[in-house]
C-alpha cells in the first residue's frame, strides 16, 4: 500500500508498509473492507499515516517558504530534509536515537580502552555524560530517549541549565561545559553520517570563563614521557604531572 504526496504539481510516493487485498481496498472511503483484525489494523496505519503527514505539513509550513513532496516525505520518514536516496520506509534506512548514537559510541570506546589506545578514566567520563542525559531527558522531556531530529540549539541550554541549576546538587560549570563538548561531538558524528543534516548546538557556547580540562589518553601520556627535554626545569615538571595523571 502506497501513499502519493502531492504538493504544486509535484508527486512523492511512500510505502506504508501494509498489503491489502485489492478486492477488498474500498477506493472512495480509501479503506480496507476485509472482515477481519488485520484489515482493522491496516485502517488504523492508514488514519495514523494521514493524521502524521498532516502534522509534519504543518510544522513544516511554520518553519520553511517552500515545502515539496520530498522535503514532507523525509520529515515523516525522519530523515534529513534534504535526504535524496532511495528510501520508502523506516525500515529501510533506520536512524538511530540520541541514546542509541551515546550506546553504540561506548561500546565503540569500550573496544579501544582494552587495546590500550584510550584510557578507563575517558571512559568514565562518557558514561557519566551518558547518565546525565538520561537523567535530563526525564526531567525536561518526560521522556526515556530522544529523537535526533528534534533536538535544536535549545536543547544544550535547557541541558547547561539543568546541570547548573536545577539538580539538587548543581555541578560546577567547568563540568557541565565536559557534558556539552560529549554531545557536541556525539551530533558532530552524527551529522558526518548524515543521521541530521548539521549538528543543531555546534555554534553553543557556555558561558564562564573556567578553563575545561580533559584527561589526557595513555599515549598522550607515554609521549610526555618519552619526550626527551634537555631543560632540568621542564623535566622537574613533568615528573610532577606525570605522577597526578597517573594517580588521577
Same mark, same amino acid.
Given at each position: 500500500?502506497?501513499?502519493?504526496?502531492?504538493?504544486?504539481?509535484?508527486?512523492?510516493?511512500?510505502?506504508?508498509?501494509?498489503?491489502?487485498?485489492?478486492?477488498?481496498?474500498?477506493?472512495?472511503?480509501?479503506?480496507?473492507?476485509?472482515?477481519?483484525?488485520?484489515?482493522?489494523?491496516?485502517?488504523?496505519?492508514?488514519?495514523?499515516?494521514?493524521?502524521?503527514?498532516?502534522?509534519?505539513?504543518?510544522?513544516?509550513?511554520?518553519?520553511?517558504?517552500?515545502?515539496?513532496?520530498?522535503?514532507?516525505?523525509?520529515?515523516?520518514?525522519?530523515?534529513?530534509?534534504?535526504?535524496?536516496?532511495?528510501?520508502?520506509?523506516?525500515?529501510?534506512?533506520?536512524?538511530?536515537?540520541?541514546?542509541?548514537?551515546?550506546?553504540?559510541?561506548?561500546?565503540?570506546?569500550?573496544?579501544?580502552?582494552?587495546?590500550?589506545?584510550?584510557?578507563?578514566?575517558?571512559?568514565? +567520563?562518557?558514561?557519566?555524560?551518558?547518565?546525565? @542525559? /538520561? *537523567? !535530563?531527558?526525564?526531567?525536561?522531556?518526560?521522556? #526515556?530517549?530522544?529523537? =535526533?531530529?528534534?533536538?535544536?540549539?535549545?536543547?544544550?541550554?535547557?541541558?547547561?541549565?539543568?546541570?547548573?541549576?536545577?539538580?539538587?546538587?548543581?555541578?560546577?560549570?567547568?563540568?557541565?561545559?565536559?557534558?556539552?563538548?560529549?554531545?557536541?561531538?556525539?551530533?558532530?558524528?552524527?551529522?558526518? +553520517?548524515?543521521?541530521?543534516?548539521?549538528?543543531? @548546538? /555546534? *555554534? !553553543?557556547?557556555?558561558?564562564?570563563?573556567?578553563? #575545561?580540562?580533559?584527561? =589526557?589518553?595513555?599515549?598522550?601520556?607515554?609521549?610526555?614521557?618519552?619526550?626527551?627535554?634537555?631543560?632540568?626545569?621542564?623535566?622537574?615538571?613533568?615528573?610532577?604531572?606525570?605522577?597526578?595523571?597517573?594517580?588521577?
Amino acid at each position: 500500500m502506497y501513499a502519493r504526496i502531492t504538493i504544486g504539481g509535484e508527486e512523492e510516493p511512500i510505502s506504508l508498509g501494509i498489503k491489502i487485498k485489492p478486492e477488498y481496498w474500498d477506493t472512495e472511503l480509501k479503506r480496507d473492507t476485509e472482515p477481519s483484525a488485520t484489515a482493522r489494523e491496516n485502517n488504523l496505519k492508514i488514519a495514523k499515516a494521514d493524521l502524521d503527514l498532516d502534522t509534519h505539513l504543518k510544522i513544516l509550513r511554520s518553519q520553511y517558504e517552500k515545502i515539496t513532496p520530498l522535503i514532507l516525505k523525509n520529515a515523516y520518514l525522519g530523515l534529513p530534509l534534504n535526504f535524496n536516496g532511495q528510501v520508502n520506509t523506516l525500515q529501510d534506512l533506520k536512524i538511530p536515537s540520541l541514546l542509541e548514537v551515546f550506546e553504540d559510541f561506548i561500546n565503540r570506546f569500550k573496544k579501544f580502552v582494552k587495546k590500550g589506545e584510550r584510557s578507563y578514566e575517558t571512559l568514565k +567520563h562518557w558514561h557519566s555524560a551518558e547518565k546525565k @542525559i /538520561k *537523567a !535530563f531527558l526525564k526531567f525536561q522531556y518526560k521522556t #526515556e530517549d530522544f529523537a =535526533l531530529e528534534n533536538i535544536k540549539y535549545s536543547f544544550a541550554e535547557k541541558f547547561f541549565d539543568y546541570m547548573t541549576l536545577e539538580l539538587e546538587k548543581p555541578i560546577s560549570d567547568v563540568t557541565a561545559k565536559g557534558y556539552v563538548k560529549k554531545l557536541k561531538q556525539i551530533l558532530e558524528n552524527c551529522a558526518n +553520517h548524515n543521521y541530521i543534516t548539521n549538528n543543531p @548546538i /555546534k *555554534a !553553543f557556547v557556555c558561558y564562564g570563563n573556567e578553563k #575545561e580540562i580533559e584527561p =589526557l589518553e595513555f599515549d598522550q601520556i607515554n609521549a610526555i614521557q618519552r619526550k626527551k627535554i634537555s631543560l632540568n626545569r621542564l623535566g622537574e615538571v613533568r615528573g610532577v604531572k606525570n605522577n597526578v595523571l597517573i594517580l588521577y
